[in-house]
């Protein structure tokens, strides 16, 4: 990588920063690309030489976030030679990573909201690039004996990721409900990986 190269991708990561710092504290709606020149400390002329809107600023945090979310996924995968073991490191790379990064986690469940044109194409190419990555693990499961019957892997990888999101979301919102339960956070998102599992598996 050049000079000038790593200059650029110093400035772009700085300001990916601050977006994400703002994103967190105010949201992708209510925040503006004055705000983010401003806790960047850019001027605005200059943001628009690396990002040419907000739109484009989200697609490139949630190819950041695919990027590492799948890197950490493909780690908890080859860790384990059994496969149940593999299941439960993936479940705790996901919420790794969520409580690391929880303005890029939002961007890839929500997995939209992008720019048209190149930006929109290289989201959908690593998006599908993680689908895939989820889908050999469950084949692994099929062929070790762990996940059993036809399945539409494709179908298992939405549902999976729903099912993640939702719990996550419920866990983290829902503080009545889990006292009801008589369950921490942690019992009740470790709980919900087993539905999870069994329904993948059917075990």
Known sequence: MGKRQALAEYHRG?????????????GT???????????????????YVYFQSKEEIVSAILLNGLAML??????????????????????QAILD????NPTAYEAVMAGGGTAEGK???????AIQEFCRE??????????????????????????????VSGMIHMADSSEALLARMGKTRE?????????????????
Do not use: P
Request: with cysteine; hydrophobic share 40%; proline share 0%.
């Open 14 to 26: 700085s300001i990916l920063a601050a977006a994400e710092r703002l994103f967190s504290e105010k």
């Open 29 to 47: 709606e209510g925040t503006t690309m004055d705000d983010i020149a401003r806790e960047a400390e850019y001027s605005k002329a200059t943001l």
């Open 70 to 91: 799948k890197k950490r996924i493909h780690q908890a995968i080859g860790s384990h030679e059994d496969w149940f073991e593999a299941y439960d490191a993936v479940c």
């Open 97 to 100: 990573f969520y409580a690391e």
């Open 119 to 125: 930006s929109d194409q290289d989201v959908r190419r």
């Open 134 to 163: 989820l889908a050999e693990f469950l084949e692994k499961g099929k062929a070790a004996g762990a996940v059993t019957g036809e399945q539409n892997y494709t179908e298992v990888v939405m549902l999976f990721w729903a099912s």
């Open 187 to 203: 019992e009740f998102l470790k709980d919900g990986f087993r539905l999870i599992l069994r329904a993948i598996t059917g075990k």
